[in-house]
């Protein structure tokens, strides 16, 4: 208690101080995000979304994803990258500092690799242990050499992983137990109180593009209806919360509020395990794809407002997206049943499919109890399967035991105990271009391979595409590697939701839509 | 003297029980707090760093070594830390301890003062207007979705008339202390004050109708009135009196179950309390927060029951005969 009052004390004398040093225009946001975040430091913020976003605003990195997500220098001025992609050269920019106005240094960053691989964190070490060595030659630059060439080093870690300071952390033994937050961001945390609300104040000592706002508060609502009702009374400006389809003309139609729209990559899935019976067949499981109706999923459960998915999984959006993959090749039920027929299947006294030892085509599907989008999809899924001669029977699970059965403790090296379920994929999955980790028969390459896909082809164009730097060669790899999935289909894509978001344009309409993302970003907050 | 003694010891054998199942029942759901201890991109983890994650909050060890850590934490104060969080367990509990008691504290007031006044009155004027409208009243609000009834306030209190506002104990960007603080607060407390009130209100207003009516058929009653006692004074002294024994009890139960919160008018209104925190923590299987929780919930049960015990004969005669 002590520490945190401490902590509180020393974060409002800096509130004063920015106060004092600020611009005073006075310019406030009101923004509901869903629950607590914690104490919103690297270790304790608790979502990917909207939690990674406020980080961001207390935190920088080294680059930045641009609204197509593209990495831009940040922190950074730029980097050289050695030819044999092992070793890239950053210069930081001239004069950063702390929000405390203690100067951020390339000892900074070289401490921030060794704390994330001493201290492991679940998305921040993963990049941090390709690092092999860091070198600081002088206080502006910083040499890291990594253990194998990686084509999304700059991607997937200078853009993610948060720069924290030295001083602050460096007595840090717990880091799970960290009060402290300490950024270089444009934003730094002056209140907070759990379960409320947090209070973001305009860092003046930010290096960077000038914050929008002098204050940023979130409210904590956590009912959705409540959310909507408070947007609408004017109580808050703009909500971290997807607006739901049938809300959608709602909103478009009240004058005072504006709806912003664009490109999900959230992406749901019907995870197969690929080892099972008649599931272990590609043919079947191209049968089942070919069955779903998915304009109609997108038309009747999203209301339009989504894209269908296709074998390749990357939404078309994606600059790696094959475009010859976005589509699975569709049979009617009556193509279905006689390609069954074909593939050695009979038809069984009530219509379901049975093959020559008399076994079932007959199957269990999982899914989320508490997404009402999933569940209404995994209905409409089930009646086109059914049609086609399966039998499927859908069961809703709460969420942790639905996970316990796909994905055990999620390490896919436990196995799994489940036919067909709905897998959300969040939209880091697709927006990274994840395929490898989800196709690759290694159980840590592949550590989002829940279905137990295995195919030594698929492998080693993953294995090459990884240590492949140079753009256009990965973008072949990559058509290759959907290419391979479409004749496979390790797994089913059903559609990617929009990202519909409404806010109140009067007090501030100046939002940056990152494609897949949303408008709930580090950009949306600065001057541009 | 011994009759407490006695009663201690039942008490001794429910808190160890209690205990127990307060380790083992949230162990004993599907799934493990896996995410909430590495963050939330757990997947992309290698086995070995997912053991080094377990071994970190000693969840490698075997079930009863983790079962005896437990109960000496409960005596040594540590309550460990939430996986969620990062914070004290008792931190977490203590900063929304207050909001859930100012919420189903005054709920939990006013509904016994209106429970008992309504049953008392319904009762006296048995088969009148009064008894049939607020009998089917009560019953209705009973059988009504709390959540739904929540929204519907929010409905129209706040959104229609913007009487109240919608979410949260305070307005984030509003006063900080002193009286309009303190209005602040009140504001945000009515809807879903009213909401629970109108919720929990027909139990204590049917035990205390029912306690009336037989009351009211007892001799005592009767004789009270043949000879000429004051319908008001046989009411208040006789009747109502007597039919409040029951009553209290009910109401010491729920005295016990104060601290629990109010997990679905919480979410609703997003108010800070400890039931949106036993619901997440049930969610994110969070351990410590679970035990931490239910212990304080477990020991406030029992401490209201050992109330109700101590205090019952003192405001019943007839059990402290028979006791001695």
Do not use: C
């Amino acid at each position: 208690m002590k520490k945190v009052s401490k902590l509180l004390l020393s974060l409002a004398a800096l509130a004063l101080l920015s106060l004092a040093l600020a611009s005073h225009s006075g310019k406030t946001l009101r923004m509901a995000i869903l629950q607590d975040e914690g104490t919103l430091t690297p270790y304790t913020y608790q979502t990917g979304y909207p939690g990674y976003e406020l980080l961001t605003m207390v935190y920088d990195t080294l680059y930045q994803l641009d609204e197509n997500l593209i990495p831009q220098p940040w922190l950074a001025q730029g980097a050289e990258t050695s030819a044999d992609g092992l070793t890239y050269t950053i210069t930081l920019k001239p004069d950063l500092k702390w929000a405390d106005g203690e100067a951020l240094t390339a000892s900074d960053v070289a401490f921030t690799i060794k704390y994330f691989q001493d201290n492991l964190h679940g998305r921040f070490s993963t990049p941090a242990n390709k690092v092999a060595a860091v070198e600081t030659p002088d206080e502006q630059t910083v040499v890291i050499t990594l253990k194998a060439p990686d084509a999304t080093f700059i991607q997937n870690g200078l853009a993610d992983v948060p720069i924290i300071p030295e001083h602050v952390w460096a007595d840090v033994t717990d880091p799970n137990s960290m009060v402290v937050s300490i950024g270089s961001g444009p934003y730094q945390i002056t209140e907070y109180r759990t379960d409320q609300f947090y209070r973001l104040t305009e860092n003046a000592n930010f290096w960077g593009p000038k914050p929008a706002f002098d204050e940023i508060i979130t409210p904590i609502i956590k009912d959705q209806t409540a959310t909507f009702q408070a947007l609408q009374t004017g109580e808050i400006d703009v909500a971290v919360r997807k607006v739901s389809p049938e809300l959608v003309e709602r909103f478009a139609a009240q004058s005072d509020l504006k709806v912003a729209q664009g490109p999900g990559f959230s992406a749901s899935t019907i995870q197969i395990d690929v080892t099972k019976g008649a599931l272990a067949n590609p043919e079947v499981r191209k049968i089942m794809a070919g069955l779903i109706d998915y304009e109609k999923l997108v038309e009747n459960v999203l209301l339009g407002f989504g894209v269908t998915g296709g074998p390749g999984f990357l939404p078309p959006a994606h600059p790696l997206s094959n475009p010859n993959t976005t589509e699975y090749s569709r049979y009617t039920p009556e193509e279905a049943k006689q390609r069954l027929e074909e593939l050695g299947f009979s038809q069984g006294a009530d219509g379901v499919y049975v093959d020559a030892d008399g076994n079932r085509l007959e199957f269990e599907y999982l899914t989320y109890s508490d997404r009402p989008i999933q569940l209404r999809a995994a209905e409409l899924v089930a009646q086109d399967l059914r049609e086609g001669g399966f039998n499927i029977e859908l069961r809703a699970m709460e969420r942790q035991a639905l996970v316990q059965r796909v994905w055990p403790d999620f390490d896919v090296s436990k196995g799994r105990n489940y036919d067909m379920s709905m897998v959300n994929w969040s939209a880091p999955v697709a927006a990274q271009a994840r395929l490898g980790s989800m196709l690759h028969s290694d159980f840590v390459t592949g550590n989002l391979n829940v279905g137990g896909y295995s195919n030594p082809k698929v492998d080693s164009i993953i294995e090459e595409a990884a240590v492949t730097i140079d753009a256009a060669k990965r973008q072949e790899l990559f058509f290759a590697l959907q290419q391979k999935m479409a004749e496979d289909i390790p797994l089913i894509t059903l559609f990617f939701e929009d990202g519909v978001y409404a806010y109140r344009p009067a007090v501030y309409d100046n939002w940056v839509f990152m494609a897949g993302q949303g408008i709930i970003n580090k950009l949306s907050f600065l001057e541009r | 003297m011994n009759w407490y003694l006695g009663r201690l010891g039942q008490y001794a054998i429910v808190l160890v029980a209690a205990l127990t199942l307060n380790f083992f029942l949230p162990r004993a759901m599907p799934g493990n707090p896996l995410q909430f201890l590495a963050g939330e991109d757990v997947g992309l983890l290698s086995p070995e760093q997912i053991a080094q994650v377990q071994a970190r909050y000693g969840l490698d060890k075997p079930l009863w070594q983790q079962y005896l850590r437990y109960l000496g934490s409960i005596f040594t104060g540590n309550w460990g830390f939430s996986y969620q969080a990062g914070l004290p367990v008792i931190e977490t509990i203590l900063t929304r301890l207050p909001w859930t008691l100012l919420l189903v504290g005054t709920s939990l007031l006013v509904a016994s003062l209106f429970g008992v006044l309504f049953g008392a009155i319904a009762s006296w004027y048995r088969g009148g207007s009064f008894d049939t409208s607020s009998l089917v009243g009560s019953i209705l609000f009973d059988s009504l979705p709390t959540f739904w009834l929540g929204m519907m306030l929010i409905a129209i209190f706040a959104v229609e008339l913007r009487w109240f506002p919608i979410f949260g104990a305070v307005t984030p960007w509003g006063p900080k202390s002193g009286w309009p603080y303190i209005w602040d607060i009140l504001r945000h407390l009515v809807l879903p004050a009213t909401t629970l009130t109108l919720a929990t209100l027909s139990g204590t207003y049917l035990v205390m109708r029912y306690s009336m009516l037989d009351v009211l058929g007892q001799d005592y009653i009767r004789t009270a009135r043949s000879k000429g006692v004051q319908e008001r004074q046989v009411l208040l002294k006789h009747a109502v009196r007597n039919a409040l024994l029951p009553v209290s009890t009910v109401i010491f139960l729920n005295l016990g179950f104060l601290v629990g919160g109010a997990t679905v008018i919480e979410t609703v209104f997003s108010y800070p309390g400890i039931g949106t925190l036993l619901f997440q923590a049930v969610i994110n299987r969070d351990y410590p927060v679970l035990q931490g929780a239910f212990l304080v919930l477990t020991i406030s049960v029992i401490v209201a029951n050992i109330m109700s015990d101590a205090t019952y004969p003192l405001l019943d005669p007839r059990v402290r005969k028979g006791a001695s």
